[in-house]
């Protein structure tokens, strides 16, 4: 018989788990991510999230709990961990916790080369999760010379070259600039688009809301799961877990008060939300490019 654990491409149930000398960081805390989905885990700094990512990985052994991908239990023994990250990938937050060759070529390859691949495969494998990312051109660049956005997108890279089922990223967007922000999310459409299930922990509700299927909201150790504007709208939810509602969703309740927007309409992109408004009679203004458009 199937269940919903394995029919899901993570589950995590009841997991628990606390830091030596430390309070506990996460309570019976479950997470069931569906195949195909793409999910934003939220909540404020020290919320638990790079820990649950952790756990999911395998890289955190949980006090309680267990973690399953695609139905099998993660075990905790060179072997199950070695067959567990074969399909579950994790992007640290600093980029420099995970780049440690002398090239962007060697550091790609470093994974594959473990699975002892071949060299034709191993290169295959380099090489498309450079174009992926739309950094081939970064190549031979030693590591030590690439820019911070430059690295988080060759960390990336490393997880991808592993062609796992499940990417876990934890804030892959901090510290970089608008446009690299969109080419990151760019990236992670077409990761979704192969069949990668992309899982993104956040602090950043207005990213979350134009970009995940689902949301994830953790808070006092626990996950409150489900849609992504369903939850994003509960603003007694985000205040216990310190974050403030997307700015989308509070423009355009303010609009639908005025009359100038539908009942029901929940805009989750400013282009969307531009496209709702009435257009007024005569020539319509020119208008500046929304984020993450160009105009001619």
């Not at 309570?27 to 195949?35: E, F, Q, Y």
């Not at 970089?176 to 999310?185: G, K, N, Q, R, Y």
Request: with cysteine; aromatic share 2%.
């Amino acid at each position: 018989m199937t269940t919903p654990e394995d029919a899901a491409a993570v589950s995590l149930n009841k997991i628990a788990f606390s830091y030596p000398a430390g309070p506990p960081v996460l309570r019976d805390a479950d997470l069931t991510v569906p195949v195909g989905r793409r999910t934003a885990l939220l909540g404020a700094n020290g919320s638990g999230k790079s820990t649950l990512l952790r756990c999911l990985s395998g890289a955190l052994r949980p006090t309680a709990g267990s973690v399953r991908v695609r139905g099998e239990l993660l075990r905790h023994t060179p072997a199950g961990l070695r067959r567990h990250r074969r399909m579950a990938q994790l992007v640290l937050q600093d980029p420099d916790d995970q780049l440690f060759s002398a090239s962007v070529a060697q550091d790609v390859s470093f994974g594959p080369l473990n699975l002892r691949l071949g060299p034709e495969e191993v290169r295959a494998r380099v090489d498309g999760a450079l174009e992926l990312m739309s950094v081939s051109h970064l190549r031979d660049r030693p590591t030590h010379l690439l820019s911070f956005g430059e690295r988080k997108r060759i960390a990336i890279c490393g997880a991808v070259a592993m062609r796992p089922e499940i990417l876990a990223l934890d804030e892959p967007t901090a510290g970089l600039d608008p446009v690299a922000v969109e080419e990151t999310l760019a990236a992670l459409e077409r990761l979704h688009r192969a069949g990668t299930t992309v899982i993104l922990a956040t602090h950043d509700v207005d990213l979350a809301l134009r970009w995940a299927d689902d949301v994830a909201v953790m808070q006092a150790g626990g996950v409150r799961q489900g849609p992504a504007a369903e939850l994003l709208a509960d603003c007694d939810l985000l205040a216990r877990a310190r974050l403030t509602p997307p700015w989308l969703l509070e423009v355009s309740g303010r609009l639908t008060d005025l009359g100038l927007l539908g009942a029901g309409c929940s805009p989750r992109t400013a282009r969307a939300l531009l496209d709702a408004l009435p257009v007024p009679d005569g020539p319509a203004p020119r208008r500046p490019p929304t984020r993450g458009e160009t105009l001619p």
